[in-house]
């Protein structure tokens, strides 16, 4: 008697990914753009601002005033966007945000005192932040195809770092030798460009031209969507607070300038994106939400060596940034992939604002802990507050969020 074996089954290929559309290759460019010209505002402005206060106060309080429209109006322009077209209201933020952004160095040009005008500035352009962060992520989960979330997050924060990366290294090394003033000219720029990357957009297609994205833009049934945005708010909370006790610490513990500040900046620009490359692969292997979680509690751990000395901050500093990018690509994905196409602006709005409004406690805090004794206890308490907070709320997820790879 003859025993036929059956042959094995074959594991089916995966799915190929749909190619790009039109929005999601000039998202990415604007993105950079408005990246670039933020970065170099945000150095610039605090470069200027630490320079007439003379204390970590007094950099903590542009962060501050930046918090506050965001903290406040974040989720009422989030309910907006899900009710208005998206491109259009971040058409209309980024013209108001350059006429905003060449207003303050005309006012210097002129020779107006650059402080309160610096303060009033940042307030102008965080309002305008206010509704073009939602809107603009709102703009994602309705533009982008739902099997290529994943990879747009990644690319999405690449695109990101990469205009930091460059703004850090260009933006320390022009304010030492033309000064402040041109750089928030080109800001200016950045969003007249940005808007034309938004402008060539288009309109949104037909809702029953786009009904095979059904199923990816319903979300997921029972997702828990605060606490999975209380994780990605703690990952802005990590980067903004750290952007105040970087400068501190560079210009006072290490006694160095901007210069200094522009390099440091510029390693953590590199750690993002090589986060961002590497991120498929590492998300492959050990999963979405294991991978975000680990990100944030390793960047937090990463405070308590990173104030010891200058060398160990400029060799700590990538690994760092490497890490809090892996959990910010992890987490925007999660959230991206789980929350109704619908609810996404409310979502993105609450989310920023929860962020902002833990950045603006905790900036005060440290800095009021780092004003008191050193800077480097500021660093221990962002750092425990980042891994107890972090590890307590994916505690609180386990067995709801599942462990999606990169397709």
């Known amino acids: 008697m003859t025993t036929t074996i059956a042959p094995a089954a074959r594991r089916p290929a995966p799915a190929a990914l749909p190619p790009r559309n039109r929005a999601e290759r000039l998202l990415l460019p604007a993105t950079f753009i408005t990246s670039l010209g933020n970065g170099i505002q945000l150095v610039a402005a605090a470069v200027l601002v630490f320079t007439t206060g003379q204390s970590a106060l007094a950099v903590g309080w542009l962060y501050i005033l930046v918090s506050v429209p965001p903290a406040l109006l974040s989720l009422w322009f989030g309910t907006i966007a899900d009710r208005f077209d998206r491109r259009t209201l971040c058409l209309i933020a980024d013209l108001v945000s350059a006429g905003a952004a060449a207003f303050l160095p005309v006012w210097i040009l002129t020779g107006g005192d650059p402080g309160p005008v610096a303060y009033g500035t940042a307030f102008a352009l965080s309002l305008l932040s206010a509704m073009f962060m939602p809107a603009s992520n709102a703009l994602i989960k309705e533009r982008v195809h739902p099997a290529r979330t994943a990879r747009f997050s990644a690319h999405y924060e690449m ?46 297609p037909a809702r029953a ?140 709005g609450a989310v920023n604002a929860a962020g902002l409004g833990l950045s603006a406690a905790m900036t005060v805090l440290v800095a009021a802990v780092a004003d008191a004794t050193h800077i480097r206890y500021g660093f221990y308490l962002l750092g425990a507050f980042g891994v107890i907070a972090t590890a307590a709320t994916a505690f609180a997820l386990r067995g709801k969020v599942s462990g999606t790879p990169v397709e």
């Not at 460059?166 to 007249?192: D, E, K, Q, R």
């Not at 990816?216 to 828990?224: F, I, L, Q, R, W």
């Not at 500093?317 to 991206?336: D, E, H, N, T």
Request: with cysteine; aromatic share 8%; proline share 4%.
């Open 159 to 204: 695109a990101m770092q990469l205009g930091l990366l460059l703004s850090a290294a260009v933006g320390g090394i022009l304010i030492h030798y033309v000064g402040t003033t041109p750089l928030f000219m080109f800001n200016g720029v950045t969003f007249l460009a940005s808007a034309v990357a938004l402008w060539a957009m288009r309109k949104a």
């Open 209 to 348: 031209a786009v009904a095979d994205h059904a199923a990816g833009t319903s979300g997921t049934t029972g997702a828990p969507l605060v606490r999975l945005g209380l994780l990605y708010a703690l990952d802005q909370t990590t980067i903004m607070v750290s952007n105040t006790t970087l400068i501190v610490l560079v210009y006072v513990a290490f006694d160095r300038g901007a210069g200094v500040y522009g390099i440091v900046d510029a390693l953590a620009g590199l750690g993002f994106c090589v986060a961002a490359a590497l991120y498929p692969r590492v998300s492959a292997r050990f999963g979405e939400f294991r991978t975000a979680v680990a990100g944030g509690i390793g960047c937090a751990l990463m405070s308590f060596i990173l104030p010891l000395h200058l060398t160990v901050l400029l060799i700590a500093v990538p690994p760092a940034a490497f890490l809090v990018g892996l959990s910010r690509v992890g987490m925007r994905s999660i959230l991206l992939r789980s929350v109704p196409e619908h609810r996404a602006g409310r979502l993105f």
